[in-house]
């Protein structure tokens, strides 16, 4: 049996980082997402032995807490480990650290997942994938120094501060808009001079429901306790009335 | 010394394939410029060992042609080598190959990119990089066999298309509108529907001038013979009138 922690290994690329030479929170992101599919391929339960299967993973919420970002061309580590696994969610955690130093720990991830039949969309029972292998893999001792995911609640006054079509390179290969796409839709609300002045600290996202090529995705902004900003994403859906949540996202800056 | 061509490995995550779970192009052209990179840094000459002297290479056109575009997780390796090294440009060769079977060869790209002083954003002579040392590299026997960069001519009539601000996600490490960027930005210019029908074959891009935060940037089209199409990118700034030629693009569908 392998060990329950995974360790992946990637850099931050040039141009996967922004103007302050460093990472930035959407290829993070990206990159957790696929730590968390090579953990589970290693293991079994992968994202392409299940689609076989007419079965997936489907990300509910991810958050992200950083000390600071990797800077331009190091390498740097994503461990995960599942911490939980319910009737219908499992939580995996991550940690972000140097790939040569174990002590420059960068930050830390959690997230929860839901497993669906791609046919009916309805969940399926977890602890039964795989005649239960996965619950050989839970590690509830592992520490994740980081709160737990937020609800991310946002009053009816949010204000709508932009409206984004869908474009091709917003689709994923489940012809859904990508996950990570919304994280950088979000990033972009700010401007370069507030990133000059503020770092993302901590990212939560919560996806409601999924959105198409087609759709306009509309944002609403409400600034919350402590310089924290909290964005909602809606779809507007050609021929439907109305706007139908998205997303939830939670952005904390320093 | 080393080879004269590097090879460098990759993946088509999943997070970087389209509807079509395939490797997108512009992905694909962010892998091509790390192998770049990489290539340039295992022999002295890359960016991280040429910025603190003041020095930087500047992409100036890049052509990629592909029979097959790499499946969802696939690895594949990009080789590298420099076919030239003339006073004030060098041209830079690609194939992109299956990383386990070196007969199934994906495609092949080529590049020209000059060096410049970041203090005053003239031109370097490329051939005394070094003591001379980029000479030593240069393989003129290594085919590329694809056509040569096109200098993609685009007449007046072409129609702006569409019109975009820059967000903070579309800023490089250097603060401009990062390279790979204005790729995605042409290739969103097409609807999922036409990508049904079609596949870009090749992709041609000459960058002329750099555009900043804050410009926006306008895309016009021009359907040329054979089923290709060219978009030139020019950048309007505030506070200046008219707009200024950013990009020029030819894409080349099947």
Known sequence: MLDRTGRYDFMAEPFHCDFSKRLSMGHLGNHLLNAADFHAIDRGFGMPQLNPEHKTWVLSRLAVEMEEMPPEYTKFSVETWIEGVMRYF??????IVDAADDNRVYGYGRSIWALIDTDTRQPL???DLGGGEIARYVDTERVCPIASLSRVKIGKDACRVASLPTHYSDVDVNGHINSVKYIEHVLDLFGLDWYRGHRVRRFDIAYVAESHYGDTLNFYREDVA??????RITKSTPGDDGETEVCRSMIAFT
Not at 226 to 231: E, L, N, P, R
Request: charged residues 20%; positive net charge.
């Open 90 to 95: 499992t939580n995996r955690n991550f940690r």
């Open 125 to 127: 029972n977890i602890p």
């Open 226 to 231: 402590d310089g924290a900003v909290c964005v």
